[in-house]
């Protein structure tokens, strides 16, 4: 359910990041600006308040981009669509590199909404419209709702992934992430059952919508927990160790032939494909995701691997 490069357009490129728009963001767009016609006298201001909304979230999600870069991991790619923003990306596998990384993208809510704040209580003296004072006292609510609801300890919502980065610090990697998940998953469900004792039918479809993208969200959690929970109890490589975060690398066919996709383990091999004989330019470390040829893995007690 997570949006993806099909069907949609490139919008711009900044820091070498790329900025795309799903094509559902234009019917949902539709439907929610005309959904609150009346709300000013002229209709331009509710265009201009929607698509000041996806200026937010594209900020919002810059800032997750740009703290993961500083942590020194990867950022490249920006989806936005109807239930806002997603920010690819790829920090490093520590708990204070994933937390700086989440919490970068509320801190830019708060830092925006005392600016709409100011500019509303401005507007007094400086416009006579009353559009004007309209749009931006509901841009500072739309901001502070935006911050309260992605700081909602719920997986995998901005504040359930800054609850699980510092669960990592107590519980480790793996099971951190099955806690918040798990939570979630509650979260959701509860969430789900007030919704539907409480609202009107005619009130249910966004909640269904969230509801449904962030129990997936959650199960894509768990499953990834239980894989990271099997590598942990792997046996180790003695005489490698990742030249980024110094782990040893586990034993077995767990890496992917980049010319046949086929299973092996590069470690016995000399990053050499047993299937299709194609040596590997870089072994990816399953702890933090870097890359590095097999000779940096060894340390100084393990000779090279004669491939004969």
């Keep these: 359910m997570t949006p993806s490069h099909s069907g949609s357009l490139r919008l711009f490129r900044f820091a070498g990041i790329q900025v795309y728009l799903h094509w559902s963001w234009f019917v949902v767009a539709l439907y929610e600006i005309s959904s609150r016609m009346g709300s000013y006298r ?40 109807p239930l806002g923003g997603i920010a690819f990306v790829a920090p490093p596998q520590r708990p ?26 401005a507007s007094a003296a400086w416009s006579r419209s009353p559009d004007v004072a309209r749009f931006l006292l509901d841009m500072f609510a739309l901001n502070v709702f935006l911050l309260k609801f992605n700081l909602l300890p719920v997986y995998p919502l901005d504040g359930g992934q800054i609850l699980r980065s510092l669960l990592w610090f107590v519980f480790g990697r793996a099971k951190s992430l099955k806690i918040a998940a798990v939570l979630g998953l509650v979260a959701i469900a509860g969430a789900a059952g007030y919704v539907l004792l409480r609202w009107s039918p005619d009130n249910w479809l966004w909640p269904a919508v969230f509801a449904i993208f962030l129990g997936q969200r959650c199960w894509v959690g768990l499953r990834e927990a239980r894989y990271l929970t099997a590598l942990e109890r792997m046996p180790r490589h003695t005489g490698f160790a990742c030249p980024t975060c110094h782990a040893a690398p586990p034993g077995g066919p767990i890496w992917l032939c980049r010319a046949c996709r086929r299973a092996f383990d590069p470690f016995s091999t000399n990053a050499i494909c047993p299937h299709c004989r194609t040596p590997q330019q870089a072994t990816v470390c399953v702890n933090c995701g870097s890359a590095h040829p097999i000779d940096a893995w060894r340390t100084q007690e393990q000779p090279p691997v004669i491939d004969v």
């Design 96 to 121: 204070g590199a994933q937390l700086w990384s989440i919490a970068a993208g509320p801190l830019v809510n708060v830092v925006l909404a005392p600016v709409f704040w100011l500019l509303f209580v």
């Design 42 to 81: 002229s209709p331009m201001w509710n265009v201009a308040e929607y698509l000041t909304l996806f200026a937010v979230v594209t900020m919002h999600e810059f800032g997750h981009a740009l703290a993961c870069r500083q942590t020194g991991g990867e950022a490249r790619e920006i989806i936005l669509w």
